[in-house]
């Protein structure tokens, strides 16, 4: 009788903690020291397209990524070899076929005795922010490209150039590579940055 209530206590502790791990939107997953899968969330299934019952007690070789398996395994090796906790980034291939830039970050399980038992790891999908990472440093490019440019063009005229802001007449000009000050030009307006001076 004992012995049933113990298993029965170790079941519902084993589901509440399956479904606490399902709650969590960020892909999780763990590994005995072998590197065998022994578990994962619902967003781990999602994302890679396996099963939990398919992928508990394979191989991460099991699930080729050409160039990235053996990769993990010997981050894992390191890891478990020496405990504690890393991270990199890897691009692989999604289900839907497209390429994603992910962050792993792993942690050590360790049993009572505080040897390696296995490890955990999450994964967080960086290719929307580094895409738009990407784009920001192409528009602070092409911005810089157009001001060089702009710069470039004033001084080949060798005149005069004035600033004009709406409805307020002349703010500023420069002549070849100086800047001066024009009637209208207000130097509070320049401080806070209002008054495009080249």
Known sequence: MQHQKTE??????????QRLIDTIPTPIFFKDVHGYYR???????????????????KFADDFPS????????HRDELLLYRPGVQGYEVTIQHTDGSFRNILFRKATL???GGDPAGLIGIMFDLTER??????????????ENERA????????????????D???????????????????????????GRVPLF
């Open 8 to 17: 029965r206590a170790l079941r519902d502790r084993l589901f509440f903690f």
């Open 39 to 57: 578990g994962c969330n619902r967003a781990f299934e999602e994302y890679t397209g396996f099963r939990r019952e398919r992928l508990i007690g």
């Open 66 to 73: 050409p160039g990235i398996s053996p990769q993990f395994r």
């Open 110 to 112: 360790t049993d009572e």
């Open 130 to 143: 580094k895409r738009a990472e990407e784009a920001l440093m192409a528009a602070l490019a092409g911005e």
């Open 149 to 164: 440019g702009t710069e470039s063009i004033i001084a080949a005229i060798g005149e005069a150039v004035t600033i004009q």
């Open 166 to 192: 709406r409805g307020r007449g002349i703010c500023g000009s420069r002549c070849g590579n100086r800047s001066r000050q024009c009637p209208g030009y207000c130097a509070k307006d320049q401080e806070c």
